[in-house]
């Protein structure tokens, strides 16, 4: 964790870090300190005193002063930031501590690299011409989806609320509007051609749970033995999509091919670990072991591993399960994101007749 030192107004120090009561403690022991309520930061004197009294008080490694601070001291050496590291740093602190998951990170530290790496300016100076050029670039130029521009907005606003400590810029962003995309479906003919045709006993098990259940990829590799209640005939989803826990269905035909693959492979902590027990299989594997047996059947629609998610609620719906229930299997947040099945079962379309049916039969 880094305290990040910067300009602020004319004679004055900004000290930005994630709430830390030791770093508190040690700040409130320099001369002229004080305590900004309103954009909650400290603030410091703008002198060589004030760096070097920071300099007693918290080691090298957890200072970062920004390029534009003038610090000179034979006596003391203390690297000064080139470039963006000290804003990435800071960015990377403040979504661990407030509870990002792995992915979530390595997604928004993705988008703020490109970001920086677009503006290519001092992080004090940009504003809201340069998010909205660096998104109409995304969008025109680059050609990414709505959905990737989104993120990009959410990543950019993390970075402005949080670590600059700057509402202003991101109170106006324009975001482009959702594209409705309807899910892709696998008929159950083709779910039951992909799970005939595993030979490998843990592959199988790992395609069996991810259908049978609705699971996420990263929520299959990341079973326990222990999330397998086959007295209840359930599954436990541990800190699953937004940190939440659920229970989903576990089916007795997935149980069975489930026992099969623990008796020969005999797993004990990670329910699938990969070539190093400690760790569990990673999700590219599960990825591939899809799209191969995919392709193995001739399957030439453009579906992933996701799509036995798609395909799950799509069939729940058909066979007349409630809506409410296939949103708690496949823990949704909103209702509305589960909605989205009504749109692609049979059930809803198959069953509606045509007008040119309507008239050919009564010219004949």
Request: proline content about 2%; hydrophobic content about 35%.
């Amino acid at each position: 964790m880094s305290i990040w030192v910067r300009k602020g107004k004319p004679g004055e120090l900004e000290l930005v870090f994630p709430y830390n009561e030791e770093y508190i403690a040690g700040i409130k022991g320099i001369t002229g300190r004080k305590w900004d309520a309103q954009n909650r930061k400290w603030l410091i004197p703008d002198s060589c005193e004030a760096i070097d009294q920071l300099l007693e008080l918290f080691a090298k490694s957890e200072l970062v002063i920004d390029k534009s601070i003038a610090y000179t001291d034979n006596d003391k050496s203390i690297e000064i930031d080139s470039g963006n590291s000290n804003c990435m740093i800071m960015m990377s602190d403040m979504l661990k501590l407030k509870g990002y998951s792995k992915k979530t990170i390595k997604s928004y530290m993705s988008h703020i690299r490109l970001f920086l790496k677009h503006c290519d300016k001092n992080t004090d100076l940009l504003d809201e011409k340069d998010i909205n050029s660096y998104l109409l670039f995304l969008l025109e130029e680059q050609q990414s989806s709505h959905s990737y521009v989104n993120q990009a907005v959410n990543s950019i606003k993390f970075l402005f609320n949080n670590v600059f400590k700057r509402n202003e810029p991101v109170t106006k962003i324009i975001r482009p509007k959702d594209q409705k995309k309807l899910p892709e479906v696998l008929s159950q003919k083709d779910v039951l051609k992909i799970l005939d045709n595993v030979s490998n006993i843990k592959h199988k098990a790992v395609l069996f749970l991810t259908y049978s259940a609705g699971l996420r990829v990263g929520e299959v590799v990341r079973l326990r033995v222990t999330d397998i209640d086959s007295d209840r005939m359930l599954i436990h989803i541990v800190q699953g999509k937004g940190r939440k826990d659920r229970y989903t269905v576990l089916a007795q035909t997935a149980l069975e091919i489930l026992i099969q693959y623990m008796k020969k492979c005999g797993p004990e902590g990670w329910l699938f670990p990969g070539d190093d027990s400690d760790k569990h299989i990673t999700e590219r594997t599960v990825q591939r072991i899809f799209e191969n047996t995919k392709d193995r059947v001739g399957i030439k629609k453009k579906v992933s591993i996701h799509t036995l998610r798609h395909s799950f609620a799509t069939h729940l719906l058909e066979g007349g399960v409630d809506l409410r229930y296939i949103q708690e299997l496949l823990g949704h947040q909103s209702s509305k994101t589960t909605e989205i099945y009504t749109h692609v079962t049979e059930n809803s379309i198959k069953n509606i007749q045509s007008p040119l049916d309507k008239i050919m039969l009564g010219k004949t």
